[in-house]
């Protein structure tokens, strides 16, 4: 079977919520989600929508079980209603399943204690029975996680400046929110009306912001004032378009597109129009960054059969790897406003768990900066660096206290990888995809 494109995968993941898959097109689906970080979010958001939708519908059913004219379209809403009580149904057996085992269990006590005692069933004379020791608690390990510490306890003169764009992964699943650096205030700045709203990448001058929104059936980019009005669809076709970043000077956006089966770098103007393409290759090429001056593009690939960081010049000629390490899994990357080191999240082979990594522009001085687990002492990996604009810190999000949403965090860059420096959580109700507004 063909790799599978963004709008397969979709409808794929959709199909698999009712068992529909055959076992080849499952593997094909685990096989795409292997390589595709927006797919493997829209199949996490997928779960968490289909329960807000179950919320939503006994929240407006009346008792006359007529359809109140708020609720979504019929068919969604049987197909739901069908698939809760597929669900009660499990539960009930399951529950029916628990208690004859239980039952088994206690006539099968009754009649061993019966047979030890010699006592007739009707008088049996209770003895007092023993509490069973409570296990100890395992003594914690020591680990090598930084320390994570909420940013309002920190100094105020220790705290970064600015303001991030992120998209929201919790109450309101998939829309665009401001949030303060220093780890106060949180405002929503765009509802995509039941959509999501992925990407953000904001313009040189902090005045617009460009993302990705499936507000269309498929994903397309968008742009949006910073005040979070006016958006202005770019892209318009049946491929899946994702990955926006602005140039230096303001004038194109690069962007990742599958429109020829295989996702491939493009960059067009501000408006949308003189699409090119930059990339040509029968592999996955995602997560364009623009060097500060404009001359170079990085992005990551995995044209050599793993993913490495290629930096190629602005107008697609002259690829080279970066990273160049076929231990490793390296995407994401991000370039520093200083224009001396690029930040990327990194896969060991032999490790189950992503962590941020920074090198020197040039690929050499490779170092780790996080490392990651969870809460619970789990593996837990960090996702999608950017850049602060005095690059002295890096932004990224992380399942490590929120395994089912993830969370926000920053992290001092000066000296981080050769004395251990302190991770500030900045969100603590989920959050993704972080962009620091220049």
């Known amino acids: 079977m063909n790799p599978l494109n963004h709008t397969q995968a979709h409808h794929y993941l959709q199909a698999a ?82 208690g004859l085992v239980v039952g088994l269990i206690l006539m099968l006590n009754w009649f061993i204690s019966t047979r030890q005692t010699g006592q007739p069933a009707g008088n049996l004379t209770p003895t007092p029975s023993i509490p069973a020791p409570t296990p100890a608690r395992p003594t914690p390990t020591a680990s090598a996680t930084l320390p ?95 990955d926006p970043c602005w140039s230096p000077d303001g004038k194109h956006i690069a962007f990742v597109s599958d429109r020829t089966g295989y996702r491939e ?52 000629s002259e690829p080279t790897n970066l990273s160049n390490n076929p231990t490793s899994d390296d995407r994401e990357p991000a370039w520093s406003p200083d224009g001396q080191l690029i930040a990327f999240a990194s896969q060991q082979v032999k490790l189950q768990v992503q962590e941020i990594y920074v090198m020197n522009a040039d690929g050499s001085g490779r170092a780790r900066l996080t490392v990651s687990a969870s809460s619970q002492g789990q593996p837990a990996s960090d996702y999608s660096p950017t850049w602060s604009p005095d690059s002295h810190w890096i932004a990224f999000w992380s399942y490590r206290d929120n395994p089912v949403y993830g969370d926000i965090y920053i992290i001092r860059v000066d000296n981080a990888v050769a004395t251990p420096t302190t991770i500030i959580r900045l969100t603590t109700e989920g959050g993704s995809q972080p962009a620091w507004k220049p």
């Open 148 to 242: 994570v510490q909420p940013a309002e306890n920190l100094p105020v003169d220790g705290n970064p400046a600015g303001t991030l764009a992120i998209v929201s992964s919790a109450q309101e699943l998939g829309d665009l929110y401001l949030i303060n650096a220093g780890g106060n205030g949180q405002t929503k700045l765009f509802d995509d009306q039941r959509s999501l709203s992925l990407y953000p990448s904001w313009s040189p001058d902090g005045s617009k912001l460009a993302f990705v929104s499936t507000r269309d059936g498929n994903s397309e980019i968008y742009t949006i004032h910073a005040s979070g009005t006016e958006p202005v669809r770019l892209t318009n076709n049946l491929a899946e378009d994702t």
């Open 17 to 98: 919520a009712d068992n529909w898959l055959e076992a080849s097109e499952r593997t094909a689906l685990d096989e795409h989600l292997a390589d595709c970080d927006a797919c493997r979010l829209y199949a996490e958001q997928i779960g968490v929508i289909e329960g807000n939708l179950r919320k939503l519908f006994h929240k407006q059913w009346d008792p006359y079980n007529a359809r109140n004219i708020n609720l979504l379209p019929a068919v969604r809403v049987r197909y739901h209603k069908k698939l809760w009580r597929k669900q009660i149904f499990s539960y009930v057996n399951t529950l029916a399943t628990i």
């Open 265 to 316: 770098v493009y960059v067009m103007d501000t408006s949308g129009s003189n699409v090119i393409q930059l990339t040509h290759t029968q592999a996955a090429n995602t997560h364009p960054t623009w060097s500060p001056e404009g001359a170079f593009i990085a992005f990551a690939t995995n044209r050599d059969g793993y993913w490495q960081i290629y930096r190629m010049n602005a107008d697609g």
